[in-house]
């Protein structure tokens, strides 16, 4: 069912071993290519695009784009009162959590009168993409839309795939966790257009619409499949994205340490997600190798996903790999750069501190990912595809900017004066230090006083 990659005894250079480790045959950039007439066509054309898109891909044809606020009232009423429980703890732990990222504001003094003070702004409006099709991601609205608030945006905006069972709207769940954080700007639009909707913003085709459907957002966020990551790349630079969260990822390092069935259901619980989901244990333990196999295909044959599992695993994004050690485990989960990463090893905790490459770890036999995806307080918008090499989950700092404030008196410049001069005639730029200079010559417009 899942292939086997053997790393026992071979050195390889950083290169070599990203190119032997499993990854997805559809890459962001090739779904690039597919992804681009649709981002045009949408800025060109407005609403009526995202209607012929939404017939095409989903099946339905929106009345209603944006959704209506009753729509999402009667959401929230009819939610499953265990339902509303569960959702309700995870916003109160999320929320917790990143509460506590919001950064503290700074000042340094580097001489009397020369003083640099540090902001951080958040953004206008920001677009919280929350996937559809083959599940359903509440939770997903409450990691985009409390990370969002905690950093003080004004103005959020919501994106989901529009359903054909539920009259052209995103599925009636997603909606109820809208309305139970106070986000009643929704729409009834998914995958690449959805992005594009949010960057270029849209303009209205039918009386629902009004004149402007959308407008655009600063910042756009959230996970998707390939193409929505392959539309957040397309757009970045117009607006900011948080990273490309594509299809989901889990890694596992395990030694002999580890239970089997604990491995094995972890696999099997991000395989469920989506056919292109890869699921990868990295071991230095055939006997445990063997024992997770026999249990993937236990477990996966008994889960009611079977089939999405089943070509989940046997895809060329998951596999066991084999190494030495534990030590060239680490270095092959840095390599790989997970979106999950579960340590099950003897010595986990230590171990957690010396990885360099995660979009989130997990430590240890209780700390499933399941556990992450919905009240572990942590955020599960994470960088998926090696991206975590570069790029942090979502957060607060994903909606805020930094922005230095400048503060120097007459005598602190005059300190600098001649040393910015210097450097200015040395960059070739004498005009900068011109704009220098002219603060303490003699001009006709200040009556002689320099």
């Not at 459907?213 to 756009?220: G, Y």
């Not at 695993?313 to 750069?337: H, P």
Request: charge should be negative; glycine fraction near 8%; aromatic fraction near 4%.
């Amino acid at each position: 069912m899942i292939q086997r990659i053997d790393l026992r005894g071979r050195t390889l250079s950083r290169r070599e071993l990203t190119d032997a480790l499993p990854r997805a045959e559809v890459r962001v950039e090739d779904a690039a290519e597919r992804v681009a007439p649709i981002i045009a066509q949408v800025r060109e054309h407005g609403a009526a695009t995202l209607r012929d898109l939404a017939e095409r891909f989903d099946g339905v044809r929106p009345e209603h784009l944006r959704v209506p606020t009753a729509a999402l009232a009667d959401a929230l009423e009819g939610l499953d009162p265990d339902v509303r429980a569960g959702l309700e703890e995870a916003i109160r732990r999320v929320r917790a959590v990143h509460a506590a990222q919001r950064p503290a504001e700074h000042t340094v003094e580097l001489a009397d009168g020369a003083r640099v003070r540090q902001r951080w702004v958040p953004v206008r409006r920001v677009g919280l993409y929350v996937p559809g099709g083959l599940a359903v991601y509440p939770s997903t609205v409450v990691m985009n839309a409390v990370a969002a608030q905690e950093a003080g945006v004004a103005e959020l905006v919501v994106t989901s795939p529009p359903q054909r069972e539920n009259a052209g709207l995103p599925h009636p769940t997603v909606l109820a966790a809208c309305a139970l954080l106070g986000v009643d700007e929704v729409y009834a639009v998914g995958g690449a257009q959805a992005v594009a909707m949010l960057a270029y913003g849209a303009r209205g085709t039918e009386p629902q619409d009004g004149g402007v459907l959308c407008e655009p957002v600063d910042v756009v966020t959230g996970p998707g499949n390939v193409y929505v990551a392959a539309a957040k790349r397309l757009v970045r630079g117009v607006v900011g994205i948080d990273a490309e969260a594509g299809p989901t990822e889990i890694a596992v390092l395990a030694d002999d340490t580890a239970d089997a069935d604990h491995v094995a259901a972890d696999l099997v619980s991000q395989a469920e997600h989506d056919p292109m989901a890869a699921a990868v244990l990295v071991t230095p333990s055939e006997a445990l190798a063997d024992a997770v196999e026999d249990r993937v295909a236990v477990r996966a044959g008994a889960t009611k996903h079977a089939e999405r599992v089943a070509e989940a695993l046997a895809g060329s994004q998951s596999a066991i790999v084999l190494v030495d050690d534990v030590e060239q485990g680490l270095e092959v989960v840095d390599a790989y750069g997970a979106e999950h990463l579960e340590l099950q090893t003897a010595d986990a905790s230590v171990l957690a501190d010396r990885v360099r490459s995660a979009g989130a770890i997990f430590v240890g036999p209780y700390a499933p990912v399941s556990l992450g995806d919905y009240m572990a307080g942590s955020n599960h918008v994470l960088p998926t595809g090696g991206a975590a090499h570069s790029s942090s989950g979502l957060g607060v700092h994903s909606f805020v900017r930094a922005v230095h404030v400048v503060e120097y008196s007459r005598d602190a410049l005059g300190e600098l004066a001649d040393r910015i001069v210097a450097v200015a005639d040395a960059e070739d730029l004498p005009a900068h230090g011109e704009a220098v200079r002219a603060r303490f010559e003699t001009t006709a417009t200040d009556g002689g006083h320099a």
